[in-house]
Nanobody, 127 residues
Framework: QVQLVESGGGVVQAGGSLRISCAASGRTFSRYAMGWFRQAPGKEREFVAAISVNGGRILYTDSVKGRFTISRDNAKNTVYLQMNSLKPEDTAVYYC????????????????????WGQGTQVTVSS
């Protein structure tokens, strides 16, 4: 089993920045592709960003391109999401997820590709 724990969420004003992190258990973290999703009240879970096992390939949803940056530190078993120029519409619970069989990057845009999920961290952007 893989345990994922998100942290770093909070309340920030529009235009501000926030960095959230996801710490993973296990000795094979470097073999997992990782993704970030978010879910706002009354909406379905939405893909945000994904990163390949070595960080060489990255995907973002169009709404966050140029504002968000996903990264990973395999030595620390941690994935990060740096969020800049935050907008009220970014308000959501942010979840990280691990894909233990990362054969394709594009498939990481869908929740069904992932094997494990964290509990989520709340990000609230006020206007």
């Amino acid at each position: 089993q893989v345990q994922l724990v998100e942290s770093g969420g909070g309340v920030v004003q529009a235009g501000g920045s926030l960095r959230i992190s996801c710490a993973a258990s296990g000795r094979t973290f470097s073999r997992y592709a990782m993704g970030w999703f978010r879910q706002a009240p009354g909406k379905e879970r939405e893909f945000v960003a994904a990163i390949s096992v070595n960080g060489g390939r990255i995907l973002y949803t169009d709404s966050v391109k140029g504002r968000f940056t996903i990264s990973r530190d395999n030595a620390k078993n941690t994935v990060y999401l740096q969020m800049n120029s935050l907008k009220p519409e970014d308000t959501a619970v942010y979840y990280c997820a691990a894909d233990l069989t990362p054969y394709s990057l594009m498939v990481l845009t869908t929740p069904s590709a992932y094997d494990y999920w964290g509990q989520g961290t709340q990000v609230t952007v006020s206007s």
